[in-house]
């Protein structure tokens, strides 16, 4: 007998009144100019800060929030307020977490990040070598990452509180084989987990079908996944992957190559489960909408506009439902991997 998919054994239960969880995307400005992001090539410009009191607004049209995840396509970082919202989430019991490139944690940024109550700190952390750092973020910035990362996990042994924190690499063609090097690394910072993530491609950039290895691990490739294995397993370093997935002693990543789903997409519970507020309001039905859709994506309302209760319940997002388990889903989703992260 089969085993449901998990979309559907959700479709089938009573709507949840609204999300409990959120992505709530802080900012769009960045630093980087990463080629395996939409937003260098369709929103270089973009800006857009979520104020302080436009977040208050969207918590407080969820209680019962229980996790907030303050990223998005920006540089969390970059918005003045981010902290005041961790704090502010966390009087409120949310489990809140950020990735970051780390490239703007200055000292101040550092003890505000340990003090703040921030329970999780993912450190998106692409390459060991400056060249391909520069490849793939835009810029030169490895070395000042580097000292950045030390520098923070030196404060918080020192402080002995602090969020978790872990290294999250992309896997492409480009860069796979610098992971036992990404292992290395953090090691002698300290982290405890690197998390490897499949790329979602969109056609521009590095982010290509041809840099995809979802389906398409080589020897050599395996080989380097069984050697970062090893020197996580030396250093007591947890690595996992896209959907909890644990890479073996034999270099097997599951979520990688293995997964042979028809409907891959219904792996997927996010369209009952949680939502993507944009800095501007815009609601979408995951972050790697905009990654995965033309133009960004689908917009389900905007939350400035109509409370998200009545979006999460409205017309278009139940249309998004109903397409989403049937065999052709939104565009976004056909062309989106199945068991990604939560």
């Known amino acids: ?18 999300p409990g969880s959120l992505y709530i995307e ?12 939409p937003r260098t090539y369709h929103w270089p410009n973009r800006r857009d800060n979520l104020s302080f009191e436009h977040f208050t607004h969207i918590v407080t049209q ?4 229980q ?17 005041e919202m961790v704090r502010y989430l966390k009087a409120r019991g949310v489990y809140v977490l950020f990735n970051s490139n780390a490239l703007a944690l200055n000292e101040r940024r550092r003890r505000e990040l340990v003090e703040c109550g921030l329970d999780e700190y993912r450190i998106s952390f692409d390459a060991s070598r400056p060249e391909t750092y520069k490849l793939i973020r835009g810029i030169a910035g490895l070395e000042k990452v580097k000292r950045n990362i030390l520098a923070l996990t030196g404060l918080l042994k020192e402080a002995r509180h602090g969020p978790k924190v872990s290294l999250w690499f992309t896997s492409i063609r480009h860069n796979i084989r610098q992971l ?32 995809s290895l979802y389906h398409k691990l080589f020897e050599e490739e395996k080989t380097a996944l069984a050697e970062a294995y090893k020197v996580c397993r030396q250093n007591g370093i947890n690595l996992a992957a896209s959907g909890g997935e ?20 219904q792996e997927c519970t996010r369209p ?3 939502s993507y507020i944009q800095a501007n309001g815009d609601v979408s039905p995951c972050c790697f909408a905009p990654f995965t859709g033309k133009e960004g994506g689908p917009i389900l309302g905007n939350v400035f506009e109509q409370p998200l209760e009545e979006i999460w319940q409205g017309d278009d997002y ?25």
């Open 26 to 37: 802080v900012t769009k400005n960045c630093n980087e100019k990463c080629t395996m992001c």
């Open 180 to 211: 036992p090097e990404i292992a290395q690394f953090a090691a002698l910072a300290g982290i405890n987990e690197v998390y490897v993530q499949r790329l979602v491609y969109f056609g521009q950039g590095l982010a290509v079908a041809e840099q």
């Open 67 to 83: 996790r907030a995840v303050l990223h998005g396509l920006g540089e969390p970082l970059l918005n003045p307020d981010l902290f």
């Open 272 to 274: 009952w489960r949680l």
């Open 62 to 65: 969820t209680p019962g929030l």
């Open 1 to 18: 007998m089969q085993t449901p998919r998990p979309a559907l054994i959700l479709a089938n239960r009573p709507l949840i009144r609204r």
């Open 318 to 342: 139940q249309k998004f439902r109903r397409a989403f388990l049937t065999g052709q889903p939104p565009q976004c989703c056909e062309g989106c991997g199945a068991k990604w992260s939560v």
């Open 246 to 265: 644990q890479i073996t002693m034999e270099g097997s990543l599951k979520s990688l190559e293995n997964l042979d789903e028809e409907y891959p997409w």
